[in-house]
């Protein structure tokens, strides 16, 4: 079975620049999730995603980040315009469902605001 | 805010058990306690949860303290592949809405030859 597939795995952007990073779940899991990972921090939840719909974007910045989940099945998280604090690592995990026991993690990728 | 407390690190020696401890005493009824661990530079990953059983996998075992307030994560044979940070989590289990796990600091795990 396939993982959660991440891309780019790395990016260096200069801040006020856009950046946008995409992920594809495990085929068939319904629930998508978007984390950042600050260093030295554990991950903290931007979004959440229950099929196209947003369940949970509670911690999302929305005046520089945004997300989409079209179709149910792939997500693009996109910031613009980035800032130094953006730095960090973004995680993509899904589940099966809400509520699933075990969310599967993707890699990252690492975003480098310069 | 985490609900959980745990210690910045701790030292495990190769082949020996590592027993990682885990404060959650405002738990409430219907949370289950978690774990993950995220080896260097990859996403977490899920290791085992609970709700007030001892439970065991095929890569470690949870204790949970009667009261609750408390847990072990035990991975009976350390291998230097274990070292991770470990992340205990209590949240909502399955059947409802809330899927977020929010971490903590984590244990980062030093197994060591």
């Known amino acids: 079975e396939a993982g959660v597939a991440q891309s780019p795995r790395y990016k260096i952007i200069e801040k006020r620049q856009s950046v946008a990073f995409w992920c594809n779940p495990i085929?068939?899991?319904?629930?998508l999730y978007w984390y950042q990972q600050i260093l030295g921090q554990g991950p903290k939840l931007l979004i959440q995603f229950q099929n196209n719909g947003v369940v949970d974007d509670s911690q999302l910045p929305k005046d520089r980040f945004s997300a989409e989940r079209l179709k149910g099945v792939d997500s693009t998280l996109k910031i613009q315009p980035a800032k130094l604090e953006d730095s960090a690592v973004y995680l993509c995990a899904s589940s099966p469902w809400t509520g699933g026991y075990e969310q599967y993690f993707g890699p990252g990728t690492r975003l480098t605001v310069t | 805010d985490a609900k959980t407390t745990q210690p910045p690190s701790m030292d495990c020696a190769e082949g020996r058990a590592a027993n990682l401890p885990c404060n959650h005493s405002?738990?409430?009824?219907?949370?289950?306690v978690y774990w993950y661990r995220q080896i260097h530079s990859q996403g977490p990953q899920y290791i085992i949860h609970g709700l007030k059983n001892n439970e065991t996998n095929e890569m470690a075992s949870l204790i949970i303290t009667e009261d609750r307030k408390s847990s072990t994560l035990i991975l009976p044979h350390a291998t230097l592949r274990d070292t991770a940070v470990y992340y205990c989590?209590?949240?909502?289990?399955?059947?409802?809405?809330?899927?977020?796990?929010?971490f903590g600091q984590g244990t980062t795990l030093q197994v060591k030859p």
């Open positions: 405002t738990i409430s009824g219907n949370e289950y």
């Open positions: 085929s068939g899991h319904a629930t």
């Open positions: 989590i209590v949240r909502v289990g399955a059947g409802s809405n809330t899927g977020k796990l929010i």
